[in-house]
């Protein structure tokens, strides 16, 4: 006898406890006991009914870079993580969205240089939005933008460039990214891509 199997008898005798108290018992207060358990073994009976789904954790999927021959092959491989394992689409949509809760990302790839999206990626307090729309000590605005090459995102070098491949595939844009710039397994990894000419920290100010 399975689980559910073993529960849907307990709601049973739930509602069915719930129906002898109100057909023997003359008690107000019993009554009204036995009404509580018909709806609460009701509830559960139409929630076993659901059918059950594990919830597991989304499958790893680990990009071969020998496969990888062109920037359009990146662009595909961006738009997986995109939807997978970078959990972008969480938050971001492409396109107006009602449900989206940061920017959306249709055309960021025609507005953003690559250097900068890799920036924004990593290091996304790196611009401090100011509000000075009253007096005193203007309130900051920190991103929410989590970092995506740390836990418990975790993507990759190769991952994040595949990304800003596929945003500038998705925008229309030639892609900047090349194969090239990859890390195969083994090597020591290549330089490192060149950031935005920024300071650590600056600061953008609202009007």
């Not at 009554?31 to 954790?57: D, E, K, N, T, Y």
């Not at 960021?108 to 729309?133: C, H, M, N, V, W």
């Not at 945003?167 to 090597?187: A, C």
């Amino acid at each position: 006898m399975s689980e559910v199997v073993k529960l849907q008898l307990i709601g049973l005798s739930v509602v069915g406890s719930g129906i002898l108290i109100l057909l023997f018992i003359r008690s107000q207060f019993l009554r009204v006991i036995g009404f509580v358990f018909i709806v609460l073994g009701l509830f559960s009976l139409v929630a076993l009914a659901v059918p059950q789904m594990a919830s597991l954790p989304p499958a790893e999927e680990s990009i071969d870079i020998a496969s990888i021959k062109t920037p359009a092959d990146m662009a595909s491989i961006g738009q997986k993580v995109f939807f997978s394992k970078g959990q972008c689409a969480l938050c971001h949509s492409i396109g107006p969205s009602e449900s989206a809760r940061c920017p959306d990302l249709k055309g960021i790839g025609a507005k953003l240089s690559r250097e900068f999206i890799f920036e924004s990626l990593t290091q996304p307090q790196a611009y401090i939005y100011l509000d000075y729309r009253h007096e005193g000590i203007p309130k900051e605005y920190p991103a929410r933008m989590p970092y995506i090459n740390k836990d418990p995102i975790g993507l990759s070098k190769n991952e994040i460039l595949s990304i800003i491949a596929f945003l500038q595939q998705m925008s229309g844009e030639p892609i900047s990214v090349n194969p090239s710039e990859l890390e195969m397994p083994g090597k020591a990894p290549a330089a490192p891509v060149k950031t935005a000419e920024a300071a650590p920290v600056a600061v953008a100010q609202a009007q």
